[in-house]
């Protein structure tokens, strides 16, 4: 006995050592076949000796399901995704500093590894950290990645095995070049610049006319002041019951608004403008004396009657307000 556990001894350095230079060739053998074929491509074997133990690398698998017999629309949105990642890793590692393999194992290579694993939904990305070494993990269980929030980007996979991994060289994502957007873009730009060349002694008297200007602006004022934001802010409903079987189109406080009554505040004070306006500006220059009269009589009626009517709401508004201008 005392021979037997001497010879144990005395061997078991070398077949440590064994075991280390395995795992090294193991990991020199797939760093060289990602550097042409990136992400590894992997069966249920090549699975089981790339994540297998001894193991003093870290290897990234995303298990998937690809072929469309089986209907996994997030699989086949990720996987461009995956596969540009890869591509930048290789492309950014290649002697192999990270000590990091990324491979692909789908569903028809795989069926024993997804069958062992007890997977019933793809993808799903696991992350083996190193079996040995200084940073190894004592369980040896790989991190696994559920894809609860869609398909993700490759710069948030590189992220999240940035946090999961330790200190070291991360190559970066780098995406080609999108020359059928770039060439589209630069379409667009150049026609939409000839058009504006052509339509623009069309165009210029129409951005100089005061009166368009003009009737923009009135109409932005009329929305805002009369309480548009406050209804799409707090949902306010159209109109409401006033409690005898009638409808009621205008809410009592300051703090209270219905739909119809912001529109037909925003008439009164439209009306108003109008009124002013063509008093202002119109009536002037009327050459017939008795037109201008009427005139005036008619658009000043208006403005009296719009007036009584926004004290008469002012009222519902504030029912302690004293004060009211005849007719209404």
């Not at 609860?148 to 999240?160: K, L, R, V």
């Not at 095995?161 to 070291?168: A, C, E, F, Q």
């Not at 060439?183 to 667009?188: G, K, N, W």
């Not at 809410?251 to 202002?280: H, K, P």
Request: glycine share 10%.
């Amino acid at each position: 006995m005392k021979l037997i556990g001497l010879f144990s001894l005395t061997f078991l350095p070398f077949l440590c050592l064994g075991a280390k230079r395995a795992s090294e060739g193991r990991f020199e053998e797939y760093h060289a076949r990602s550097q042409t074929s990136a992400p590894l491509r992997l069966d249920d074997a090549s699975y089981d000796k790339i994540t297998g133990a001894p193991r003093n690398h870290s290897v990234i698998v995303l298990l998937t399901a690809l072929e469309a017999r089986f209907g996994c629309q997030l699989c086949r949105e990720f996987q461009p995704e995956w596969d540009l990642l890869a591509r930048s890793w290789a492309k950014g590692d290649k002697r192999g500093e990270s000590r990091i393999l990324l491979g692909t194992l789908d569903f028809t290579d795989g069926k024993g590894t997804f069958q062992k694993l007890m997977l019933q939904t793809a993808p799903i990305l696991l992350l083996f950290p190193p079996a040995t070494g200084n940073n190894a993990k004592p369980d040896g269980q790989p991190i696994r990645y559920d894809f609860t929030a869609g398909p993700q980007s490759a710069e948030q996979i590189h992220g999240w095995i940035n946090r999961h991994l330790p200190d070291g060289p991360r190559p970066s994502v780098h995406r080609p070049l999108n020359y059928v957007r770039i060439v589209t873009v630069t379409t667009a730009i150049l026609g939409v610049i000839s058009i504006l060349g052509v339509a623009y002694p069309y165009i210029l008297p129409i951005i100089q006319n005061r009166n368009l200007w003009a009737a923009m602006s009135l109409i932005t004022i009329l929305l805002f002041t009369s309480g548009h934001m406050f209804n799409h802010i707090r949902k306010v409903p159209y109109v409401a019951g006033d409690g005898k079987g009638g409808i009621s189109y205008f809410a009592g406080g300051f703090s209270n608004q219905f739909g119809m009554e912001t529109q037909i505040v925003a008439a009164m004070y439209g009306t108003l403008s109008f009124a002013t306006i063509a008093l202002a500006l119109k009536v002037p220059r009327m050459a017939d004396p008795k037109k201008q009269q009427l005139a005036v009589f008619v658009w000043g009626g208006t403005m009296l009657g719009m007036y009584s009517f926004l004290l008469s709401v002012f009222r519902v508004k504030n029912g302690g307000y004293p004060f009211h201008l005849p007719p209404f």
